[in-house]
């Protein structure tokens, strides 16, 4: 039979009730003419692209063909070839909002703001003294508009100059007495995130300050964490809170809240002793729509693929346990989508055929319930073999005595050792992929031991990647398998196979 390998991280408040977890995994749909209706692919890997100052990487923002890096206490200036120039010192340790009117970035660093002048090359901080401070910043009109810290007031700028504000350029959301936590610009309309609700507002052209809120668009949904709110896919999305609670995920739907996560999502969020330094961003790759959701303090990053609807783990492997994804902050910046380091100051691109983290392992998990959901009779089953349905043969290659393992992986190999030509992956690693499995026969409380399948080396695709005699389900009589791997090749499983039968016991 097949047993339900596919879907989603699902790990329920009682690992009983359901134990699927998915990290460095995530599921893609395959619309017609598929072997199955979907499959499992590893989540792209990091290829360095420059490093940047001291880091850590706090923000990055992209115009004029240029790419803008905060990096620690710095502000630099990236070009296509990744080389870097120091701008001027900046402010804080936190993330860094950023946005341009095509001549002037203003970078927010809460509370203090700087301006940089692509025409002029002037670099300065913010010293009108009529600015009172910058969470988060966007740009609408003309205008810079930012948000005053600890405040529900919200400001714009001179047109066409970050630098001068008038006194008078402001105005509260006052539709609910919360502060103005965050905005963020979309379709030339503001969004005003409060502690327990939304407001609209947009471009009325008035005299004394120019924009004004739309009658009706007030959404009593809050934001829980600032940096939490990104634009992807014609919606925002953001960490949620209001007066009867938080930790569940939205995306806009109109002047509406569409809840995205899951209640096991919701869950593992709720547990987090800290949640409002959550920060996210966004990206797009081969047709998938990705929002980013890291939580610093507890150490883990959330991923919810729009085209999907479905949520999985992603993580860096630091030998022991998985830690938060290196990302901190992306762009799409000459054609790559472009992240930053939120430990040191490097710059990476996400690449689908580098299958490790910067030369550092990247392991991947699955785990799931051995029988589909409402066919579990209580009844011991005898466990004769589990067949992995996936891409076999996918060892590294050996061309005239290197490894090649994609087209940024290159070994020179010898008989006694191997040689690093380039840093995507460790030498020698690959050529002989192995996948670990393991089982829980009490639910998904304890494991047992690893067993070890080849998955085949280089051409050999006919490979089958099976484990036989798996024993008897205990008392419990409920079965979770894990798979997981580290090497560094392609993965795509589209299936598993169980033999199984049931005992009288």
């Known amino acids: 039979m097949k047993t339900p390998i596919l879907g ?147 400001w714009v700028t001179s047109l066409n100059d970050g630098t001068a504000v008038d006194p008078l350029d402001f105005a509260s959301a006052e539709a609910n007495p919360d502060d103005v936590v965050s905005l963020m610009v979309s379709h030339r309309e503001v969004w005003l995130f409060g502690n327990n609700s939304i407001e609209v507002w947009y471009n009325a052209g008035l005299a004394d300050f120019p924009l004004a809120r739309i009658q009706g668009a007030v959404l009593e949904f809050g934001c829980q964490a600032p940096y939490s709110v990104a634009k992807m896919d014609n919606s925002l999305f953001w960490l949620g809170a209001d007066a009867r609670g938080s930790g569940i995920v939205y995306r806009s739907n109109g002047y509406n809240a569409q809840r995205i996560s899951t209640h096991a999502v919701e869950w593992q969020i709720q547990q987090y002793a800290v949640t409002n330094d959550a920060i996210a961003y966004t990206y797009q790759q081969d047709g998938h729509s990705f929002y980013v959701l890291i939580f610093p303090t507890a150490n883990t990053t959330w991923v919810y693929d729009v085209s999907t609807g479905l949520w999985h783990e992603r993580a860096y492997w630091d030998g022991v346990q998985y830690r938060r994804h290196r990302s901190n902050c992306q762009v799409n910046f000459a054609d790559r989508v472009v992240v930053g380091d939120w430990e040191g100051n490097q710059l990476y691109a996400f690449n689908p055929t580098a299958y490790a983290d910067n030369g550092e392992t990247q392991r991947w998990l699955r785990s799931w319930r051995a029988l589909p959901s409402g066919q579990n009779t209580l009844m011991r089953t005898a466990q004769h073999s589990l067949q992995l349905d996936c891409e076999a043969g996918v060892g590294a290659a050996t061309v005239g005595g290197y490894f090649l393992l994609s087209e940024n992986n290159l070994f020179l190999t010898t008989e006694s050792s191997n040689f690093l030509l380039s840093s995507d992956i460790s030498p020698g690693v690959g050529s002989n992929p192995r996948v670990m499995l393991r089982w829980s026969d009490d639910g998904g409380h304890t494991w047992g031991n690893e067993h070890w399948a080849a998955v085949g080396r280089s051409g050999e695709y006919g490979r089958r990647v099976i484990w036989r005699r798996l024993g008897m389900t205990t008392k419990l009589r409920d079965r979770v398998y894990e798979v997981s791997g580290s090497d560094p090749v392609k993965i795509a499983i589209m299936g598993a196979e169980l033999i199984a039968s049931p005992t009288r016991a």
């Open 8 to 154: 989603s991280s699902y790990v329920a408040r009682s690992v009983n009730a359901a134990d699927s977890r998915m990290v460095n995994l995530f599921p893609e749909l395959v619309s017609e003419a598929g072997k199955e209706p979907a499959f499992l692919q590893r989540c792209p890997g990091l290829s360095l692209l420059a490093t940047v100052g001291n880091g850590p990487i706090r923000g990055m923002w992209s115009f004029g063909g240029f790419l803008y890096v905060a990096s620690g206490g710095q502000l630099y200036r990236v070009d296509t070839a990744y080389a870097t120039t120091f701008l001027g010192n900046i402010n804080g340790s936190g993330p860094v909002s950023m946005s341009d009117n095509g001549v002037q970035l203003f970078v927010a660093c809460n509370p203090d703001a700087f301006i940089y002048n692509a025409s002029t090359g002037a670099f300065a901080q913010i010293t009108d003294p009529d600015f009172p401070g910058a969470v988060t910043v966007g740009y609408l009109d003309g205008y810079f508009v930012f948000n005053e810290p600890n405040s529900q007031r919200f």
